[in-house]
């Protein structure tokens, strides 16, 4: 099961997990303290919108693919009778919900949450609605990206206790 696809859930002759849940954990907390600066702070929105869109899609798919290649990994090395691997199993799947849901949430936010640019020809600014249901999605955005931040701690330290004991 060598080569590069995560069919084999492989690459270059390393478990393709390790490699995937890397990505997770340093662009899933990326996107989230965008998010939350997205959702926070409108005069940013202009600058954030497409850096948070790529980095919510990717710490997604990598989500996705980590909860697959871990799945892959305990079942090839038969190692789920082991307490630890099975609370990180559980922590890894919960996070791909909560990343799936955090996804969502950023989407929404970035359809309805306008703001003005800083540039002087007012070019990239979208109109901002305001009212409840832009303080309502705001919220939505904050809540979303705590949870990611507070997942990603929770698998990443079980993940680690996991292999390290």
């Known amino acids: 099961m060598s080569g590069s696809s995560l069919a084999g859930m492989e690459i270059a002759g390393l478990p393709a997990h390790p490699l995937v849940v890397h990505a997770v954990v ?3 907390p990326l996107a989230a303290l965008a998010a939350l600066a997205f959702a926070v702070l409108p005069r940013g929105r202009w600058l954030l919108r497409w850096p948070l869109a790529v980095a919510t899609l990717v710490a997604v798919v990598a989500a996705v693919l980590a909860a697959y290649s871990g799945q892959q990994l305990l079942d090839a090395r038969g190692l789920g009778q082991l307490e630890a691997v099975r609370h990180h199993r559980q922590l890894g799947l919960l996070l791909r919900n909560v990343m799936l849901g ?14 003005p ?3 002087a020809s007012g070019r990239g600014g979208r109109p901002q609605r305001g009212g409840a249901v832009d303080l309502a999605v705001s919220l ?12 990603v701690a929770l698998a990443g330290d079980s993940g680690a206790r996991a292999v390290w004991g």
């Open 26 to 28: 340093v662009i899933g």
């Open 102 to 115: 955090f996804g969502l949430a950023v989407a929404l936010g970035l359809w309805r949450l306008g703001g």
């Open 117 to 119: 640019s800083a540039l």
């Open 140 to 151: 939505l955005v904050v809540l979303a990206a705590l949870a990611v931040l507070g997942t």
